[in-house]
């Protein structure tokens, strides 16, 4: 995995073959060291990227596809270790727990609000860790003193509630958020699209979503309002941990925008750069207070991602493999035909923007992997050039259909994480807690990227 990773930050700054040669060799020996790591959501993509090659090989594909299939094999797979250093560095930070206790603290009328944006910035920030830690941190707060002389009935709806809370606001980084792995496959898949013209459309949207939570929380907890339960109350001064990680977010988004801006790298290629060395500074700055200083900081954080890399496997099977796949299937795809038998169906850009957003939702739910669909799909429908339908159209498809169904698939590593803390089955959380909201969430985005398009907006 380290092979890996310096092969893709290699890249950014050489286009040498021998470099991807190398990476490309190191990633199919991890991924075989890996294969006992893989469940069936991994295999899926992995199998598809074998059956892929060989069919590439067989039909005399050109080298350059494969060279440029194995460049963002790599960058995808490096960008998962890479997401992972800053999750080793808010392991240690003191205002990453201060602001979990000051979310999971708050009463249940602020409660839904501050676990949503909560598992925003800790899912912005550090991933399936601020997920794990958000609702690690709410399952805890059930076993209290004060939680466990509530009635049996009121400890399940809050329990509930705040785990649906944690899991929307995680889910919601799909819409916008450039650190996110859905930003970034779109990003790859579709070649010269723009992340601004995309991203703030999901970033107002996501905060329509935060409304529509709301008023399902507010429904689902008003019976219990005339009980006169005891109100909890976060540790004071906890919001502090709140606001520094509200900062860490902007700072680190200013931080990326701007190697983007004043040097020559791609949006992908400055993020790639940035986290590892803004992960660097944050654990020194963690670290201060401990006995051996900032190097005892970085030392624990490396350490932890060091640790981290040798369970990767199904992450960087997944993601890798969304890397390859597009290239490949561009090449074997004959899309000339394709782009004439899309045309004879006559459906237009909006069936066909909505389409996308249904195939990534559908195969989701028998177990492929949103990140493979939107980049497979995503470039084969931004080759079509099919009029009317803009790149910005086709990523906002992919980001509604991701978003809607990654906290309602059973097979989904969101839901599989929050199944193995709050102990309650992937099918009980998603499709019982949280399917009316998902989807409603994709009726509602459909009919907002609808009327984009038939407006001409995008």
């Known amino acids: 995995m380290t092979v890996i990773i310096l092969s893709a930050l290699a890249s950014v700054f050489s286009d040498a073959r021998v470099i991807t040669a190398c990476g490309a060799a190191a990633m199919a020996t991890y991924l075989w060291l890996a294969r006992k790591q893989f469940g069936f959501g991994t295999w899926v993509p992995v199998s598809m990227v074998i059956v892929g090659l060989a069919a590439a090989l067989w039909q005399g594909v050109a080298p350059e596809v494969l060279w440029l299939g194995a460049e963002r094999m790599l960058f995808l797979g490096a960008l998962v270790?890479?997401?992972?250093?800053?999750?080793?560095?808010?392991?240690?930070?003191?205002?990453?727990?201060?602001?979990?206790?000051?979310?999971?603290?708050?009463?249940?009328?602020?409660?839904?609000?501050?676990?949503?944006?909560?598992?925003?910035?800790?899912?912005?920030?550090?991933?399936?860790?601020?997920?794990?830690?958000?609702?690690?941190?709410?399952?805890?707060?059930?076993?209290?003193?004060?939680?466990?002389?509530?009635?049996?009935?009121?400890?399940?709806?809050?329990?509930?509630?705040?785990?649906?809370?944690?899991?929307?606001?995680?889910?919601?980084?799909?819409?916008?958020?450039?650190?996110?792995?859905?930003?970034?496959?779109?990003?790859?898949?579709?070649?010269?699209?723009?992340?601004?013209?995309?991203?703030?459309?999901?970033?107002?949207?996501?905060?329509?979503?935060?409304?529509?939570?709301?008023?399902?929380?507010?429904?689902?907890?008003?019976?219990?309002?005339?009980?006169?339960?005891?109100?909890?109350?976060?540790?004071?001064?906890?919001?502090?941990?709140?606001?520094?990680?509200?900062?860490?977010?902007?700072?680190?988004?200013?931080?990326?925008?701007?190697?983007?801006?004043?040097?020559?790298?791609?949006?992908?290629?400055?993020?790639?750069?940035?986290?590892?060395?803004?992960?660097?500074?944050?654990?020194?700055?963690?670290?201060?207070?401990?006995?051996?200083?900032?190097?005892?900081?970085?030392?624990?954080?490396?350490?932890?991602?060091?640790?981290?890399?040798?369970?990767?496997?199904?992450?960087?099977?997944?993601?890798?493999?969304?890397?390859?796949?597009?290239?490949?299937?561009?090449?074997?795809?004959?899309?000339?035909?394709?782009?004439g038998t899309v045309s004879g169906w006559a459906l237009g850009p909006v069936p066909l923007a909505l389409g996308i957003s249904s195939l990534i939702a559908a195969s989701a739910m028998i177990g492929i992997n949103p990140i493979v669909m939107a980049s497979v799909l995503g470039a084969t429908a931004a080759q079509l050039a099919v009029p009317g339908l803009s790149d910005t159209a086709i990523a906002l498809a992919i980001t509604g259909g991701w978003t809607a169904v990654i906290g309602f698939s059973p097979f989904i590593t969101t839901l599989g994480i929050s199944s193995a803390i709050v102990k309650r089955s992937t099918v009980t959380i998603g499709i019982k807690w949280n399917g009316v909201f998902c989807l409603t969430l994709l009726a509602v985005w459909s009919l907002m990227l609808a009327g984009l398009i038939t407006f001409g907006v995008i």
Request: charge should be positive; proline fraction near 7%; aromatic fraction near 10%.
């Open 81 to 339: 270790a890479m997401l992972g250093t800053l999750r080793s560095a808010a392991a240690i930070a003191p205002e990453v727990h201060r602001a979990g206790l000051y979310i999971t603290g708050q009463p249940a009328s602020r409660r839904y609000l501050a676990m949503t944006f909560g598992g925003h910035l800790f899912g912005i920030l550090i991933n399936f860790g601020g997920l794990a830690l958000l609702l690690d941190l709410a399952k805890r707060s059930m076993s209290t003193p004060a939680a466990a002389e509530l009635p049996a009935e009121v400890q399940e709806v809050r329990l509930r509630r705040m785990t649906v809370a944690v899991i929307r606001g995680f889910s919601m980084i799909s819409l916008w958020s450039p650190f996110g792995f859905a930003t970034n496959a779109i990003l790859i898949s579709v070649p010269g699209l723009s992340y601004m013209s995309f991203g703030p459309i999901g970033f107002a949207m996501s905060f329509v979503f935060v409304a529509i939570g709301l008023f399902l929380d507010y429904l689902d907890g008003r019976r219990f309002r005339r009980l006169g339960l005891p109100r909890p109350k976060p540790p004071l001064r906890s919001w502090t941990g709140a606001a520094a990680l509200v900062g860490h977010v902007i700072a680190l988004g200013l931080a990326v925008f701007a190697v983007h801006e004043v040097t020559p790298l791609s949006f992908q290629e400055g993020l790639i750069c940035v986290v590892p060395c803004y992960a660097l500074l944050w654990a020194a700055a963690a670290g201060r207070a401990a006995p051996g200083g900032p190097l005892s900081g970085v030392a624990s954080a490396a350490g932890a991602t060091w640790q981290r890399l040798s369970v990767l496997g199904p992450e960087v099977g997944v993601f890798a493999s969304a890397g390859f796949l597009p290239v490949v299937l561009l090449a074997l795809i004959p899309v000339d035909q394709l782009q």
